[in-house]
């Protein structure tokens, strides 16, 4: 099996994609309430932003 078909990009901004993704998630363990309140800063801009669909953002924390 070759990777001929795979291709990577670069953002079209990496400034705009920091603005939707934040920096919130740096160092967030899941440990404790701070660092799932990190995420969940997380996840809104990439459910804001249409990254991730309607079904995958009303998962996120379907399991609690």
Known sequence: MTAGGCTSSTPASVSGLRR??????????????????????????????DIWTKDECAAHGAGR
């Open 20 to 49: 939707v993704v934040g920096t919130d998630l740096v160092g967030a363990k899941g440990l404790t309430d701070a660092d799932q309140r990190k995420i969940d800063r997380t996840v809104v801009g990439l459910c804001g932003s």
